[in-house]
């Protein structure tokens, strides 16, 4: 099948725009709080997990295992995560949150994302806004679950759902 170029390049741009934005406000938000993204977005993954192994992490924030190991690193220099060995098997590690963790999360909750203000904005425009938010969702869930899978769809679902249900 030929592509449509014109399409393609429509595409690729307009996500790529879409990412850029995301990607600055994220970096701004996790900045504004003394991290970079990425520690960010490890303090999340192990928040919503309790406890999480590095191999988790990694799957879970789409990173390699060393990627994560030097995320782990600054984490813990920095007194925001531990990493503990369980009795059963003494070779696998988990990443805990540090009460500073913790903190680091709630002051996290004070930045809001321009982005995601513009969609619901745009949202209400519609005469059915939550059936284009649905729809926006489902399409990014299908999308996510071709090229990352059940588990990365699996792992998204269920901590929305415990955000959403203060747990």
């Known amino acids: 099948m030929k592509v449509n170029m014109s399409n393609l390049h429509i595409i690729m741009n307009y996500l790529r725009g879409t990412y850029k934005v995301l990607e600055e406000e994220w970096q701004k938000s996790a900045r504004s709080i003394g991290l970079t993204q990425a520690e960010q977005h490890v303090l999340w993954i192990v928040h919503l997990e309790k406890e999480a192994t590095i191999t ?97 769809i699996d792992w998204t679902e269920r901590t929305s759902k415990s955000l959403r249900d203060g747990s």
């Not at 782990?72 to 007194?79: D, E, Y």
């Open 56 to 152: 988790k992490i990694a799957s879970i924030g789409l990173w390699d295992v060393s990627t994560v190991m030097q995320v782990i690193t600054r984490l813990k220099q920095k007194g925001l995560i531990t990493l503990m060995k369980k009795a059963a098997d003494r070779r696998v590690s988990y990443a805990t949150l540090t009460d500073l963790g913790e903190q680091k999360i709630q002051e996290s909750y004070e930045f809001s994302y321009k982005l995601y203000d513009y969609l619901e904005d745009y949202s209400k425009q519609s005469d059915d806004h939550l059936k284009f938010m649905k729809q926006m969702m489902d399409f990014h869930k299908e999308l996510n679950q071709y090229f990352h899978g059940s588990e990365f």
